[in-house]
């Protein structure tokens, strides 16, 4: 029987192959690392685990069209429990609070005591969310644009809420406003050059009940991706780098293994990240490039601490202004302090996040928080570059981590007694997964980036297809799942025209 070879074992990766087992097909993982998951991942330091991907998921909501393939593929399994935060995040400046409640109508009744003359951009505002949250709750066709083309009522609501912030980014949508912890709580979360329509559309989800949590968090997610695919008779090597993909002029024949093996398959799905397939094959850079041209990738820095759960200030997100002298607190690693470079919180302001809200991460009465920034490509590049000096990086990171616990215990009287667990940066992950400047979550959603797509299929090569977060915005865990299944699609559809093609030999006939 046909093999098809999938090239990383990331969420991606693992969906393609368990599509590719119910279509038939006999696959097999190639994963570089000793798990399977990717970046949908978690670690232990001592006592406590530090869960390093969900902080949502797009389609725990019956009515959401993925909830349907999350199923198929094991990220929710009957019975698992799902945890629904009350709050999406709050936002502070000085002693003044802002939640956004998922009862949006609380979140309008604190806005408009926080600025009653805001009250028109108010109710513009969260009347769209809310528009759109009514739509998420109701069944829907799986395609926005089969909504659009029916011309239903709901097409005109998806219509004016395009027209109105279509062309907007967040900064300008916080201009709207004259309150300013308004302004910032709308570029807090995801970042001022990031389009108006990304918050809209995750707010909504949020108020629909949707994006909500499966119990256990991400390590255990990725288990059972992995487990739905065993069960399916797919075969997982872990510790199998691909070194490259071996091919004639239009057609791969296998791949050969960092370790020299040889491996014969007659479908190959690369489910790495761009720039590790971009090595794999030349071919792939190009495409990329002509795909994404002028889009900017952003990455992170964080820093976990054990906290007591008691003194925790806030219910699961809070993002709070910095008023600290300290200039570290600004500045790129090489000391530079370049306004633009934090992408979310913006400039002067900093995320404290519990995540996810699990028992069973750290011990009896304690949590673990995350401090996460968001950063530029150049921020990013810094980073990288810098850890090929392990004794710079290192100090780098004591520096940093230092400021910012100091700055965090000094804003916040209860967490006196917390403790440094980890820092990481995006050179983690461009070394764990081969991450693009270290970019985990795909391109900045400027405006018009959401529109921006890379295809499955690879020019000249017949039997190679790309599974990958990274192939249209907003990437993220649901674009994992939606193209692995194309690909694996794509590899069925391959291998059924290969076998009716009459005295063709199969590419794996074609070794030696
Ligand atoms: C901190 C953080 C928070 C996030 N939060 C969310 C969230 O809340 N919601 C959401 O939807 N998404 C979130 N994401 C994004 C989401 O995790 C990713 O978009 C998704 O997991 C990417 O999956 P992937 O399979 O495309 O890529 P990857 O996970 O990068 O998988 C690629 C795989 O290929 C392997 N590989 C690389 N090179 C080779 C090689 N040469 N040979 C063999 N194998 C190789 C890698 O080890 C990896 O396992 C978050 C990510 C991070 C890091």
Redesign the pocket.
Same mark, same amino acid.
């Given at each position: 029987m046909e093999k098809t070879i999938i090239? &990383? &074992?990331? %969420?991606?990766?693992l969906c393609a192959g368990i599509f590719g087992q119910l279509s038939g097909q006999n696959c097999v993982i @190639?994963?570089?690392?000793k798990v399977?998951? &990717? @970046?949908?991942s978690g670690w232990s330091r001592g006592e406590y685990h530090i869960d390093?991907?969900?902080?949502? @998921?797009?389609g725990t909501h019956p009515q959401n069209p993925l909830y349907d393939r999350w199923r198929k593929v094991g990220m929710l399994d009957q019975g698992l429990p799902i945890i629904k935060n009350t709050v999406f995040y709050e936002s502070q400046i000085g002693r003044e609070k802002l939640a956004l409640h998922r009862d949006i109508k609380k979140t309008a009744s604190a806005m408009l005591r926080l600025s009653p003359g805001d009250s028109k951009a108010i109710s513009e505002l969260l009347g769209c969310v809310s528009a759109l949250a009514e739509l998420m709750r109701s069944p829907r066709p799986r395609h926005l644009y089969q909504h659009i083309a029916k011309g239903s009522k709901e097409a005109k609501i998806y219509t004016s809420i395009f027209l109105r912030y279509g062309r907007k980014t967040l900064d300008e949508l916080a201009r709207d406003f004259h309150h300013p912890l308004l302004r910032a709580i709308l570029t807090d979360f995801i970042g001022a050059p990031f389009s108006a329509l990304s918050w809209i559309w995750t707010y909504a989800s949020f108020v629909a009940g949707d994006s909500d949590l499966p119990k256990g968090g991400s390590v255990l997610a990725a288990k059972r991706l992995e487990n739905r695919f065993l069960s399916l008779g797919g075969e997982l090597c872990t510790g +199998?780098? %691909?070194k490259r993909i071996l091919h004639t002029d239009n057609m791969a024949v296998g791949v050969e293994l960092k370790s020299g093996e040889l491996i014969s398959g007659d479908a190959i799905i690369c489910? !790495?990240?761009p720039a %590790?397939t971009a090595q794999m094959l030349p071919d792939v850079a190009s495409l990329y490039q002509s795909c994404f041209k002028g889009l900017e990738t952003f990455s +992170?820095i964080h820093l976990a601490f054990a906290v007591e759960e008691g003194a925790l200030p806030f219910e699961n997100t809070l993002i709070f202004d910095l008023n600290s002298q300290n200039p570290l607190l600004y500045a790129t690693p090489f000391g530079h302090a370049v306004s633009g470079h934090f992408i979310s919180p913006p400039q002067g302001r900093l995320m404290l996040k519990v995540y996810p809200p699990e028992t069973g991460f750290a011990p009896r009465g304690e949590c673990v928080v995350q401090c996460i920034r968001f950063v530029s490509q150049e921020v990013a590049d810094q980073w990288i570059s810098l850890s090929a000096d392990k004794e710079k990086y290192k100090s780098a990171k004591q520096n940093y981590a230092h400021a910012v616990a100091e700055e965090i215990m000094r804003r916040f009287s209860s967490l006196h007694k917390m403790k440094y667990l980890d820092m990481w940066t995006p050179a983690t =992950?461009t070394r =764990? !997964?081969? +991450?693009y400047r270290g970019a985990?979550?795909g391109h900045i959603a400027h405006v018009g980036a959401m529109r921006t797509k890379m295809p499955t299929k690879i020019p000249h090569l017949e039997n190679v297809f790309l599974a990958?977060?990274?192939q249209h915005a907003p990437?993220? @865990?649901?674009v994992?799942l939606q193209m692995g299944e194309k690909a694996a699609k794509c590899a069925d559809a391959y291998l059924k025209a290969l076998r009716k093609r009459e005295g063709r030999r199969v590419p794996s006939q074609m070794w030696g």
């Open positions: 090239i &990383g &074992g990331g %969420v991606a990766g @190639l994963e570089k690392q399977a998951g &990717g @970046l949908l390093n991907c969900m902080h949502w @998921l797009v +199998a780098e %691909v489910a !790495t990240d %590790v +992170a =992950y =764990y !997964t081969g +991450a985990f979550l990958s977060a990274w990437s993220g @865990l649901p994992a």
